[in-house]
């Protein structure tokens, strides 16, 4: 059994790459494409964040917010202007993806050359330790934990008590029976990339503190939320769920005992599990 | 001659003015960044072709990089710890480079779509913390440093790789020249039709009676032969290795290189891509602005993805010029690759 310290860095972990697994999920079940620069958005998150503090005074709570706002309009002007014109049948996919691993050299060229290459610190952001006898976990881990309990209980209830959540899952259900209802699509899309694109960036905000701020701090992140939701089942919000726990607790026992090894293991595993069920843990069948 | 068909010709005569212009080049320049350049960029489309063979079959491999790591490796490994020559060990690289693709395929090709970009993502990690954990065998981040070709004498003059890079350039071009054949001829031939209609509808095919995985696996075995050559041949030419040369970004590139370079042409797309997306990455580092090449880079691939016509790349638009030359109707005798659409 390892020690505690290790199992709250894997649950910090595995709440980050649920937030964002969650994001890119959601996107994937309406434009049926997937975001590939989700990490950057992260990192933009990070230091809209990190701005608003050392910046501009604002409140750790609500600077997260701005974040959240700020990143998810970039991310629906991202959908507008081009994803929404490469995501054509057939070659959608294709496009999209190459696109967007574009847009992950663009925003980090962005980002260096904005705010520099140095990685920032943000530990002034409620400093000090929760003392539980054996152990302890700074109140940033604290923060990162409550944040994304209250943001999947907010998604919960917007995609399930509101009428938006309504036109959400019946635009990923069947598009074409949706539209019909009087669901634009098309807003539908814009709006889930912004909320995607949104989750993204708070979980950037609120991980600012824990980590330090840098313009390549979202590849990891990026790499690990899509292995969590392809491993968790394409399309299924549960599945990114449990896959980003499954990753995030692994990535930080397995890193305890073999140190360097640990992504090696992990990278394995997800080999692994595809290979044994293909659609992922909580994917339908395809077949 | 009654009558010149300058349908047929034309083509021709550009394909062998392209070709003269890549051979005499090293009479034409001596600046050896423009020769390291082209050599570069010529390595990088050998790969970017076994990239866009495995797209023909539908299937898109996110780990391309991984296989000229397992080509330089070998090739390295093979001439300083066993002290086998140069060219034989070369050519075991890329046998061994292929012997590993098609036994990947044979496990990864069962599921297809995103998961096997998944897959092939996660094994060229899985190849990259091999290289950089291995101490013993790779000696980790510091790297290899293969030894150069030994000289060749001739008579009257001897081919020596030490003292410039036009044998280099010589022996890419040689390189290059049986690859784009090679690919050329698959895509003419029946297979390479077998490869279209793997992508064009799985189903069908499969009921047609073309065996699914045999065909994805041909195509993911080429494509590794090919590319650990050119990996070997990249890793000896810049005379060292590390493993952070062929990692996952390095298999972005190569993807980039094939979009944007276009996918309809198997060879002109490949070496068109890879020759512009290299070379703008080289001019851009060179700005003196920190960081911008990035932004650059991503932007120059986005606008190029979003201003051509969808399905098509930088290849195409000699398709288009001559229709606009000769008046000629549009068609579209282009193969619908990639139905990547995840069942």
Redesign the interface.
């Known amino acids: 059994m390892p020690p505690a310290a290790i199992l709250i860095d894997g649950l910090v972990q595995s709440c980050i790459f649920m937030t964002m697994a969650f994001g890119m999920v959601l996107v994937f079940s309406i434009l049926g494409i997937l975001n590939w620069a989700h990490g950057q958005f992260y990192m933009l998150g990070a230091f809209v964040v990190y701005y608003a503090i050392t910046a501009a005074g604002i409140p750790f709570p609500l600077s997260i917010l701005i974040s959240g706002m700020v990143v998810g309009g970039l991310g629906m002007l991202v959908e507008k202007y081009i994803i929404e014109r490469l995501n054509i049948p057939g070659y959608g996919m294709l496009y999209v993806t190459v696109a967007t691993l574009a847009l992950i050299f663009f925003f980090e060229g962005a980002a260096g050359m904005a705010f520099g290459l140095m990685d920032k610190g943000l530990a002034t952001v409620l400093p000090g330790v929760l003392d539980l006898g054996s152990f302890s976990v700074s109140y940033q881990k604290i923060a990162v934990i409550i944040f994304t309990i209250v943001i999947l209980a907010a998604m919960y209830i917007v995609l399930n008590r509101t009428k938006i959540g309504l036109a959400i899952r019946a635009a990923a259900q069947e598009p074409v029976a949706a539209s019909l209802y009087g669901i634009s699509v098309k807003r539908v899309s814009l709006i889930v990339m912004g909320i995607g694109c949104a989750l993204a960036a708070m979980a950037g905000g609120v991980m600012a503190p824990v980590y330090t701020v840098s313009p390549f701090m979202g590849r990891i992140p990026m790499i690990f939320s899509m292995l969590a939701i392809i491993i968790g089942g394409l399309g299924s919000l549960t599945g990114a769920i449990v896959g980003g726990i499954i990753l995030g607790f692994l990535n930080s026992v397995i890193a305890y005992y073999v140190s360097y090894l640990s992504e090696f293991v992990l990278f394995l595993l997800v080999i692994v599990i595809l290979l044994v069920r293909p659609q992922g843990l909580f994917g339908a069948s395809i077949k | 001659m009654p009558y010149f068909d300058y349908k047929t010709w034309i083509p021709r005569i550009v394909i062998a003015v392209l070709i003269t212009f890549f051979v005499i080049l090293p009479i034409l320049t001596t600046s050896v960044i423009t020769l390291s350049i082209f050599i570069s960029s010529g390595i990088w489309a050998i790969a970017v072709m076994g990239f866009t063979l495995i797209?023909r079959t539908g299937q898109?491999s996110m780990g391309q990089a991984a296989f000229m790591a397992l080509g330089a490796y070998t090739a390295a490994i093979l001439t300083v710890n066993l002290g086998i020559p140069f060219w034989p060990s070369f050519l075991i690289a890329g046998i061994v480079s292929g012997i590993i693709a098609m036994l990947i395929g044979l496990?990864?090709l069962?599921?297809g779509g995103?998961?096997f970009s998944?897959?092939t993502?996660?094994?060229g990690?899985?190849v990259r913390?091999?290289a950089?954990?291995m101490e013993g065998l790779t000696r980790g981040v510091r790297g290899i440093i293969p030894p150069q070709p030994p000289t060749i004498p001739l008579p009257g003059f001897e081919i020596n790789f030490a003292a410039s890079p036009v044998p280099y350039y010589y022996f890419m071009l040689l390189l290059a020249g049986v690859t784009s054949l090679v690919f050329w001829q698959i895509g003419r031939s029946r297979l390479g039709s077998t490869f279209a209609s793997l992508a064009l509808n799985p189903v069908l095919a499969e009921h047609q009676g073309i065996h699914l995985m045999k065909y994805r696996v041909i195509a993911f075995t080429i494509a590794g032969v090919f590319t650990g050559f050119a990996g070997a041949y990249y890793a000896n030419f810049l005379s060292i290795i590390t493993p952070l040369m062929f990692g996952?970004w390095q298999s972005?590139q190569i993807?980039?290189m094939s979009?944007?370079g276009g996918v309809s042409s198997m060879v002109g797309g490949a070496f068109i891509g890879a020759t512009v997306l290299y070379t703008l990455d080289i001019y851009l580092s060179r700005l003196p602005?920190?960081?911008?090449?990035?932004?650059?880079?991503?932007?120059a691939?986005?606008l190029v993805?979003?201003f051509l016509p969808?399905?098509t790349g930088l290849v195409d638009l000699w398709g288009k010029l001559w229709r606009k030359i000769f008046r000629e109707p549009e068609e579209y005798e282009m193969p619908?690759?990639?139905?990547?659409?995840?069942?």
């Open positions: 797209l898109f496990v990864v069962r599921v995103i998961y998944i897959i993502l996660a094994f990690e899985i913390i091999f950089q954990e996952l972005i993807m980039m979009i944007v602005i920190y960081n911008i090449q990035y932004l650059l880079f991503g932007a691939v986005v993805l979003l969808k399905g619908e690759e990639s139905e990547m659409a995840v069942e």
